[in-house]
């Protein structure tokens, strides 16, 4: 698992079947100063989070399909919590920046 940022939405009129009606959302790993690192990735939402959030993203396809309730389909990366916060000594910092 790894902290993220939600940095966007994806909107696919045309996908795989076990992706219908679920929320795709694009996301930026965080590093341990709680900023962007690495490249951006799509990941399932199953915790209805939103643009600017920063999540809990699992990345392995055992268990996005066990969260999501599938046997097995096309999706590694799912959203599994939005973080409050983080406590690094001397770092505390707010998971939240939606409105």
Known sequence: MFLARV???IAATIKHDDLYGRKILLVRP???SLSQTGKSVLAVDSVDAGA????LVADEGN???QILGMERGPIRTVIVGV???VDIPGKTRSGKRRS
């Open 52 to 55: 600017g959030d920063m999540v």
């Open 63 to 65: 268990a996005a399909a």
């Open 83 to 85: 973080v409050d916060s």
């Open 30 to 32: 965080l590093d341990l």
């Open 7 to 9: 940095v966007g939405k």
